[in-house]
């Protein structure tokens, strides 16, 4: 099957002074995402997630300018041929601060403003807004400010705002980084519940997320994809992800820190659960 | 060694509306040379109590004291030489053409001569491995290396207490880990470091001791270990612990005992404790 995305060699330097040479900030990435899939990203700052996902709806280079190599296919149309506009209803891309994106006075004005914007008939963006609302939680709040609410709202009043766009492509940009651990729960609770209907790209540091939720992760590294594979084939690679300024989720490393000192790779878990299933069995010394 | 003032906060109550108060009868003291985590959720009060403490904000009831001295008499420029603080937003604190005269804008209002002012500016340069960035406008500059210069300006200044308020937001483990390790060697020099997170794992790390906030005001204290015994606290304030004590505390009911808030105790404590059959 035709994955719903695919990358294929992406080279891109952001616009640099006349005489200078370009600084490659995407070197060489390959990258597929198929229909249903979750897939992770990690990378540390400047490793190129956020240059990555705005190549994701031709943002990049169509807004940013600069050079570009390689291709970015969006269900089998070349990010380069076609309008950001356009590409946007296919790819939704939801940044880490949402209150830089929001425009309008009420919650449901903000989630409208898309579909609005489409041109659509009244009763079909009603209809979405009530949807995309609901997928998130946010129904009851649909008439408060989004300036007044809370940060883990605010997140979900962002992704709504994508939702309403009916993309199947979703990609989210640290959408917890700069949330409290309530805010978070939230946004990664609502993240969950739209993993049956979409794709989903989740850029994080946070691999404590990813260990339960994606199906691949992928490790960007000044603009190289350096490691790849299902969340335990990735996370325990501990050392490796600590030299990469990574950090992996902490159960893992205390199965690693186990399997050092027995000098045995005895325990693979990655979480809790896994954990006490696993050492429960061990005998009093 | 440095000589760290005690600070302490008497029932502050503050609102930046009010209708909602922000601060409703907080208390906390710093005690000199301390590693303070200050933690609980957005809109708890924990960075408009901390403005307090360095008269960024001033209470509509209640007291700071630095060392016994309340500090309403004192100017906010002599109060920023005791205790500097690093905004959780870096673009609310920078302002110069270029990385370098941000460093040196606090040592010049300081009233430091030029050559003590190049002194400050070289060592912040060189302590946040910021030399090759110095002659870049801050503006140009990624979330992560802006969040960096921020911090490095206020640590320049060497004031006695660093407040910090969320420094590692936007950056990786590597590079919070690095920003952190700097300060727990100013630490050890008899600095006090306030530090504002939600990153329960940076606190077990770092923190000797943990204040919680709740709803404005101060809801428990102590160390980590005895934060984290206190499920009904951790409820109302809505903390987790890190995965790594969730997973000592729940080995206990299933009857493992082992010890340790951090992975490295915790592997320690396993192993003297328990037999593991290889293969």
Same mark, same amino acid.
């Not at chain 1, 008939?121 to 998130?136: G, K, N, S």
């Given at each position: 099957?035709?994955?719903?995305?695919?990358?294929?060699?992406?080279?891109?330097?952001?616009?640099?002074?006349? !005489?200078?040479?370009?600084?490659?900030?995407?070197?060489?990435?390959?990258?597929?995402?198929?229909?249903?899939?979750?897939?992770?990203?990690? &990378?540390?700052?400047?490793?190129?997630?956020?240059?990555?996902?705005?190549?994701?709806?031709?943002?990049?280079?169509?807004?940013?300018?600069?050079?570009?190599?390689? @291709?970015?296919?969006?269900?089998?149309?070349?990010?380069?041929?076609?309008?950001?506009?356009?590409?946007?209803?296919?790819?939704?891309?939801?940044?880490?601060?949402? /209150?830089?994106?929001?425009?309008?006075?009420?919650?449901?004005?903000?989630?409208?403003?898309?579909?609005?914007?489409?041109?659509?008939?009244?009763?079909?963006? @009603?209809?979405?807004?009530?949807?995309?609302?609901?997928?998130?939680?946010?129904? @009851?709040?649909?008439?408060?400010?989004?300036?007044?609410?809370?940060?883990?709202?605010?997140?979900?009043?962002? #992704?709504?705002?994508?939702?309403?766009?009916?993309?199947?492509?979703?990609?989210?940009?640290?959408?917890?980084?700069?949330? $409290?651990?309530?805010?978070?729960?939230?946004?990664?609770?609502?993240?969950?519940?739209?993993?049956?209907?979409?794709?989903?790209?989740?850029?994080?540091?946070?691999?404590?997320?990813?260990?339960?939720?994606?199906?691949?992760?992928?490790?960007?590294?000044?603009?190289?994809?350096?490691?790849?594979?299902?969340?335990?084939?990735?996370?325990?690679?501990?050392?490796?992800?600590?030299?990469?300024?990574?950090?992996?989720?902490?159960?893992? /490393?205390?199965?690693?820190?186990?399997?050092?000192?027995?000098?045995?790779?005895?325990?693979?878990?990655?979480?809790? /659960?896994?954990?006490?299933?696993?050492?429960?069995?061990?005998?009093?010394? | 060694?440095?000589?760290?003032?005690?600070?302490?906060?008497?029932?502050?109550?503050?609102?930046?509306?009010?209708?909602?108060?922000?601060?409703?009868?907080?208390?906390?003291?710093?005690?000199?040379?301390?590693?303070?985590?200050?933690?609980?959720?957005?809109?708890? &009060?924990?960075?408009?109590?901390?403005?307090?403490?360095?008269?960024?904000?001033?209470?509509?009831?209640?007291?700071?004291?630095?060392?016994?001295?309340?500090?309403?008499?004192?100017?906010?420029?002599?109060?920023?030489?005791?205790?500097?603080?690093?905004?959780?937003?870096?673009?609310?604190?920078?302002?110069?053409?270029?990385?370098?005269?941000?460093?040196?804008?606090?040592?010049?209002?300081?009233?430091?001569?030029?050559?003590?002012?190049?002194?400050?500016?070289?060592?912040?340069?060189?302590?946040?491995?910021?030399?090759?960035?110095?002659?870049?406008?801050?503006?140009?500059?990624?979330?992560?290396?802006?969040?960096?210069?921020?911090?490095?300006?206020?640590?320049?200044?060497?004031?006695?207490?660093?407040?910090? $308020?969320?420094?590692?937001?936007?950056?990786?483990?590597?590079?919070?880990?690095?920003?952190?390790?700097?300060?727990? @060697?100013?630490?050890?020099? !008899?600095?006090?470091? #306030?530090? #504002?997170?939600?990153?329960?794992?940076?606190?077990?790390?770092?923190?000797?001791?943990?204040?919680?906030?709740?709803?404005?005001?101060?809801?428990?204290?102590?160390?980590?270990? /005895?934060?984290?015994?206190?499920?009904?606290?951790?409820?109302?304030?809505?903390?987790?612990?890190?995965?790594?004590?969730?997973?000592?505390?729940?080995?206990?009911?299933?009857?493992?005992?082992?010890?340790?808030?951090?992975?490295?105790?915790?592997?320690?404590?396993?192993?003297? !404790?328990?037999?593991?059959?290889? &293969?």
């Amino acid at each position: 099957m035709t994955p719903l995305v695919e990358v294929r060699d992406l080279w891109y330097a952001y616009p640099a002074l006349a !005489g200078v040479a370009p600084e490659w900030v995407l070197r060489g990435v390959n990258l597929q995402l198929r229909v249903g899939e979750v897939v992770g990203l990690l &990378g540390a700052t400047g490793a190129g997630k956020s240059t990555l996902a705005l190549a994701l709806n031709g943002s990049v280079p169509q807004s940013t300018g600069g050079q570009v190599r390689g @291709e970015v296919m969006i269900e089998g149309l070349d990010s380069k041929r076609h309008p950001v506009a356009e590409l946007a209803t296919l790819v939704g891309i939801v940044f880490q601060d949402p /209150e830089t994106q929001f425009l309008q006075t009420t919650v449901e004005a903000e989630v409208a403003f898309g579909p609005e914007n489409l041109g659509l008939p009244v009763a079909e963006i @009603e209809q979405r807004v009530t949807w995309a609302l609901r997928a998130v939680g946010l129904n @009851e709040l649909r008439r408060r400010s989004p300036a007044h609410l809370s940060g883990g709202e605010q997140q979900r009043v962002a #992704i709504s705002a994508i939702l309403a766009m009916r993309p199947r492509i979703l990609v989210l940009d640290e959408p917890t980084a700069s949330l $409290d651990p309530r805010g978070k729960t939230e946004v990664l609770e609502a993240i969950r519940a739209l993993r049956s209907e979409h794709t989903i790209l989740l850029i994080t540091q946070d691999s404590e997320a990813l260990a339960g939720f994606a199906d691949r992760v992928l490790v960007l590294d000044h603009g190289q994809i350096v490691m790849e594979g299902n969340p335990i084939q990735v996370f325990e690679q501990v050392e490796r992800l600590g030299e990469l300024g990574l950090r992996p989720p902490e159960i893992r /490393e205390f199965a690693h820190c186990l399997n050092r000192e027995l000098g045995a790779s005895v325990f693979r878990f990655t979480d809790v /659960e896994q954990a006490i299933e696993a050492l429960r069995q061990a005998e009093v010394a | 060694m440095i000589q760290a003032p005690r600070l302490e906060a008497i029932d502050l109550w503050f609102g930046y509306a009010p209708e909602r108060p922000a601060l409703r009868g907080a208390d906390l003291v710093v005690e000199p040379g301390e590693f303070l985590a200050l933690v609980g959720q957005n809109g708890s &009060g924990k960075s408009t109590l901390a403005k307090h403490l360095n008269g960024l904000l001033r209470p509509a009831r209640g007291q700071v004291r630095l060392d016994g001295e309340d500090i309403s008499g004192l100017s906010t420029g002599r109060l920023a030489r005791q205790v500097g603080y690093v905004f959780q937003n870096p673009d609310h604190q920078l302002f110069s053409p270029s990385v370098e005269q941000e460093l040196g804008l606090g040592p010049r209002y300081l009233g430091l001569t030029p050559a003590e002012v190049e002194d400050h500016v070289q060592g912040g340069l060189q302590s946040f491995g910021l030399q090759s960035i110095a002659q870049r406008g801050p503006g140009t500059l990624s979330f992560g290396l802006r969040r960096k210069v921020s911090i490095a300006a206020v640590a320049t200044l060497r004031p006695p207490v660093f407040i910090l $308020d969320e420094p590692t937001t936007g950056l990786d483990w590597g590079s919070a880990a690095q920003l952190m390790d700097h300060f727990t @060697e100013l630490n050890l020099q !008899g600095h006090s470091v #306030i530090l #504002i997170t939600h990153d329960m794992r940076l606190v077990v790390r770092y923190a000797s001791r943990v204040a919680v906030m709740s709803e404005g005001r101060t809801v428990g204290s102590g160390t980590p270990v /005895e934060i984290f015994r206190q499920p009904e606290l951790l409820q109302s304030t809505r903390l987790e612990p890190p995965p790594i004590v969730q997973l000592v505390q729940r080995l206990a009911s299933s009857g493992v005992e082992i010890e340790g808030l951090t992975v490295a105790a915790a592997c320690r404590s396993f192993l003297a !404790g328990y037999r593991v059959k290889l &293969g």
